[in-house]
């Protein structure tokens, strides 16, 4: 991956802006269980940072997806994770098939506000019956004349509370699960629409998660992206760009947990040491400081051939996975050379390990990567072959 001038400004923009707009106030949104979104988001959008690769004729400034990576993996200097998923959530995960299949008229209405951080976006997708298995979905959306109207809930939806409308995917026919599916834009001061409850998360703290209701939901058919029945294909194609975007922005902050329990561990002293002069301490941070670079390779790899129009469904999936996994790994090990004060509720290496839980199961479980992976690689079994 060639990074140029232009990548490196934008890679000193994004730190400076959680330098001075987010790290400074993260204990305090910890606290709170939400951050001001709008707030924040318009800072976002008058810096650019929210339609890096949107098209200009929208707001956007129509960068190819590296800077897209590059913005991600500088966000991960977050010292907690619930603002920059939500940052992604408005950026590459939930308007990614707007800028791609909306109307000029629904970009117009919809994707220039999220651009310019005017209005805060969320993604519908899962449901109490379906996460990861997204053909499963039950929400349905009935045809009435010019309208749909939709009956059914969302859960877990990132920024649901403050959301100005959400890209829902929806069922909008009885056909296959794969070809029944279509993208709405759903405004959520919409009659019918009832943000249920606030939820209690194990980590994200500073990221407001909801339970959304649709009772009776009058949407104009014209709030539909792309053509009824094409919404599995759009989102599959959305998880493209979050898994990507997943992979890269965990990096900094996994560098970081590392950086920390070396800064711990030297001055932590025990049976007349430091911790970190037992090789197993220092071996094993290089070796965790190793697979980071290994993640990062492959995120770079996996952007570079996206951005060359490539399918990168495998590699965005190991991306996924791996960024997961090692998370984890990187977290509970550095965790442990803390002791006691890793256990503590208040230490930034346990706010890392409860956030980054997340990556492993969030736009799509381990398992399902997995599962990805064999299909292309062909080792499923014929049975699950077929039906996949």
Not at 1 to 17: D, G, N, P, S, Y
Request: net charge negative; hydrophobic share 40%; charged share 25%.
């Amino acid at each position: 991956m060639e990074w140029t001038e232009e990548h490196r400004m934008l890679r000193q923009t994004v730190a400076k802006f959680v330098e001075n707009e987010i790290n400074p106030f993260i204990d305090e949104w910890e606290e709170a269980g939400i951050f001001p979104a709008r707030e924040l988001f318009k800072k976002a959008g008058d810096l650019g940072l929210l339609g890096l690769c949107k098209p200009e004729e929208y707001g956007g400034m129509g960068l190819d997806y590296s800077f897209s990576v590059a913005a991600a993996e500088e966000l991960g200097r977050c010292t907690a994770g619930g603002v920059p998923m939500a940052m992604g959530v408005q950026t590459d995960m939930a308007t990614p098939a707007l800028a791609r299949f909306g109307s000029d008229a629904l970009r117009k209405e919809f994707l220039a506000p999220a651009i310019a951080g005017e209005q805060v976006v969320c993604l519908g997708v899962s449901e109490a019956v379906a996460g990861s298995d997204v053909a499963r979905i039950q929400t349905k959306a009935v045809s009435d004349g010019d309208d749909y109207i939709v009956n059914g809930s969302k859960l877990w939806i990132t920024s649901g509370m403050q959301a100005d409308w959400m890209c829902a995917l929806v069922n909008t026919s009885d056909g296959h699960p794969h070809m029944n599916k279509s993208l709405l834009v759903i405004p959520m001061d919409t009659p019918g629409v009832v943000r249920a409850r606030k939820l209690n998360k194990l980590g994200m703290l500073c990221s407001d998660t909801a339970e959304i209701y649709f009772d009776n939901v009058r949407v104009p058919k014209r709030y539909r992206i792309g053509d009824e029945g094409a919404g599995f294909f759009m989102q599959m194609l959305q998880f493209q760009e979050e898994r990507l975007w997943a992979g890269a922005n965990v990096l900094r902050g996994l560098e970081r947990a590392i950086e920390l329990t070396i800064e711990q561990t030297r001055g932590r002293k025990a049976f007349g040491k430091s911790i970190l002069d037992n090789q197993v301490v220092h071996y094993r941070l290089a070796e965790l400081s190793t697979e980071v670079e290994a993640l990062r390779s492959l995120v770079y790899r996996a952007t570079e051939e996206y951005v060359r129009g490539e399918n990168v469904t495998m590699l965005a999936s190991m991306a996924k996975l791996k960024a997961g996994r090692l998370a984890r790994e990187v977290t509970d090990a550095c965790l442990q050379y803390w002791g006691g004060m890793g256990f503590m509720w208040e230490t930034e290496i346990s706010r890392m390990y409860r956030d980054t839980r997340l990556i492993s199961i969030g736009g799509g479980a381990d398992e399902v990567m997995l599962g990805i992976i064999c299909k292309l690689m062909g080792t499923l079994p014929e049975k699950k072959r077929k039906k996949a």
